[in-house]
């Protein structure tokens, strides 16, 4: 199997598992977003370890990894951009919400070719012209019906976006990479924990083993997808990344709307076609490109 084909692979791996997350966290449904968001960034770190030392086979080199500053600092942002969008999708997760992390990642495709055009100056093509004016006209006919703008999944669209795009000028092997991200924001994590719980007092401490563990187990079911998405990333193309991304919001629908029974109404139903048949062009589009010429 050769790289692109195994980065693509990982990328289609990834987004399934991310898309069964909202599963998860319904063992959750009074869960403290903040110190599941700390435990998730802590308990993150062992395990990005035992991904180096067990599944790369190397040692850890901390003078190397902070011999780079480049790169440190590059990881360190990524982290950062990461944790806004993990914050929004935990939100989303923990409120019922789990429709609005659908429309996120399924915008999240459109934010990556808006930020090739508008930040890279990549050539657009036809196809994600029209998807980036349907995608603008669906999330503005909600806007103007609900009066009011799908934070949730914008936020986790273009931090997403941010991240990914991060993750691309990063000179750590994707398994580093991600141990460095967790590990740069684990003292604030710490930090944060240890003042809550001597001021207010914690959920995660105070409820009982079983709940500290559900909290810390976030950690894991997240990270493994985060693991395969790194190892695509830089695998694959952006595009086939952005092709994949499809998977993770068409479960994270069905789920939403036919096992937890949110609400999808008349607006929702307009605003999502809109969006679906943007992505419609792309994904033809793509196709259409990928096709082997004809033999004359």
């Given at each position: 199997m050769n790289d692109s084909r195994f980065g693509n692979s990982m990328a289609a791996l990834s987004f399934a598992l991310w898309g069964l997350l909202p599963l998860y966290y319904q063992?959750?449904?009074?869960?403290?977003?903040?110190?599941?968001?700390?435990?998730?960034?802590?308990?993150?770190?062992?395990?990005?370890?035992?991904?180096?030392?067990?599944?790369?086979?190397?040692?850890?080199?901390?003078?190397?990894?902070?011999?780079?500053?480049?790169?440190?600092?590059?990881?360190?942002?990524?982290?950062?951009?990461?944790?806004?969008?993990?914050?929004?999708?935990?939100?989303?997760?923990?409120?019922?919400?789990?429709?609005?992390?659908?429309?996120?990642?399924?915008?999240?495709?459109?934010?990556?070719a808006a930020l090739g055009v508008f930040v890279l100056k990549e050539h657009i093509s036809a196809g994600k012209k029209v998807a980036l004016v349907l995608a603008t006209a669906g999330l503005s006919y909600q806007v103007m019906q609900y009066g009011q703008v799908p934070y949730v999944a914008l936020t986790m669209a273009i931090f997403f976006t941010l991240y990914g795009w991060f993750k691309k000028k990063i000179n750590y092997d994707w398994a580093t990479c991600l141990f460095v991200e967790v590990l740069l924001l684990t003292p604030i994590a710490l930090s944060y924990l240890v003042v809550k719980q001597a001021t207010v007092g914690t959920v995660s401490l105070e409820s009982g083993w079983q709940t500290l563990l559900l909290y810390i187990g976030s950690a894991p079911v997240t990270l493994l997808p985060l693991i395969f998405y790194s190892m695509a990333i830089r695998l694959t193309s952006m595009s086939n990344v952005a092709l994949m991304q499809y998977i993770e919001p068409s479960l994270q629908f069905v789920l939403a709307v036919f096992v937890f029974g949110e609400l999808f109404d008349e607006v929702k139903l307009v605003s999502f076609s809109l969006i679906w048949a943007g992505l419609l062009f792309i994904i033809l589009e793509t196709l259409v490109k990928s096709r082997p010429l004809a033999k004359p």
């Open positions: 063992f959750l449904p009074n869960a403290a977003m903040d110190e599941l968001l700390a435990f998730r960034l802590i308990a993150s770190v062992p395990f990005a370890a035992l991904m180096i030392i067990f599944v790369q086979r190397k040692r850890i080199d901390i003078k190397t990894i902070f011999a780079d500053r480049a790169s440190l600092i590059r990881a360190f942002i990524a982290s950062a951009l990461m944790c806004i969008s993990w914050t929004a999708f935990t939100w989303a997760m923990t409120n019922d919400r789990v429709i609005d992390a659908s429309l996120g990642f399924f915008i999240s495709p459109l934010t990556m």
